[in-house]
């Protein structure tokens, strides 16, 4: 049967020294024999014994865990519980790492967004994380205002076409008022929701509804002044947090 010095079965097994004696002073892997100078010595079962550590290892289980496995007689049932710990462990670790990218992925979009209004700094980073938290309300508030929208466009549409084909025009003139009165309210809904992230003081502010109304703006973004310091130019649309 073949003899392993240290170096030997380190080198064997394609890991350090110090792997095989800090296995060594953990009682998992103990040399099998010693030379008459009291070096330690390890044969073709330390070596396979070692191969089996640094896979599991390689898996992520545990020093006290591999121990545990060696020194089990029957180690069907507790090789089969560490294997599906370390499995919902693994994946585990595998969802919150997912969710780390699609952050990173979210807030690399909203700081693109964010350049669109000036230029980037550190501060920015907190601006992409406001909106990142804030985007799921904002998109519920535009959900709403799509819904009522299209209503009145049936609304109006309708009795336009019915005045049309029809010749009757009183229908359309009953539904003006109501189109009117639903185009006022779903506007003013969406601004009582709506804030801005200046980009040069970094401060969320509500604009008057007069200057939001006829701003230029893009699906992210509208030409605002900054109610802090008055500068004017595009900025972020987040959801108004005080908005009931």
């Given amino acids: 049967m073949a ?3 240290t170096g030997e079965i380190a080198k064997q097994a394609g890991v350090s020294v110090r ?6 002073t953990r009682g998992i892997l103990c040399p099998s024999d010693f030379s008459e100078g009291g070096r330690r010595l390890y044969n073709d079962s330390d070596l396979q014994k070692l191969k089996i550590i640094c896979y599991l290892r390689d898996l992520g289980l545990s020093i006290n865990n ?16 560490l294997l599906e710990e370390q499995e919902a462990e ?3 670790e595998l969802s919150q790492q997912q969710e780390k990218l699609e952050n990173l992925g979210r807030l690399k979009k909203e700081l693109h967004t964010l350049k669109e209004a000036g230029p980037l700094s550190v501060s920015s ?44 025009w009183r229908p359309f003139v ?4 109501v189109i009117i009165i639903a185009s006022w309210w779903v506007t003013r809904f969406y601004f009582k929701r709506v804030a801005y992230i ?22 992210t973004l509208r030409n605002v002044t900054c109610t ?12 108004r947090e005080e908005a009931k």
């Fill in 90 to 92: 693994l994946r585990t």
């Fill in 228 to 239: 802090h310091c008055g500068r004017k130019g595009y900025c972020v649309e987040v959801h």
């Fill in 125 to 168: 980073i907190g601006d992409a994380a406001y909106k990142i938290e804030s985007s799921r309300k904002l998109r519920g508030t535009r959900i709403k205002m799509i819904i009522v929208g299209l209503l009145i466009d049936v609304l109006e549409w309708g009795t336009i076409l019915y005045w049309v084909f029809a010749g009757d």
């Fill in 19 to 24: 792997t095989v004696q800090y296995y060594d």
């Fill in 66 to 81: 591999i121990g545990q496995l060696f020194e089990e007689r029957d180690a069907d049932e507790v090789l089969t519980m």
């Fill in 198 to 219: 200046c980009p040069s003081c970094h401060k969320v502010f509500v604009p008057g509804l007069k200057e939001s109304l006829f701003a230029k703006h893009t699906p």
């Fill in 174 to 177: 009953c539904a003006l008022p």
């Fill in 3 to 5: 003899s392993y010095t």
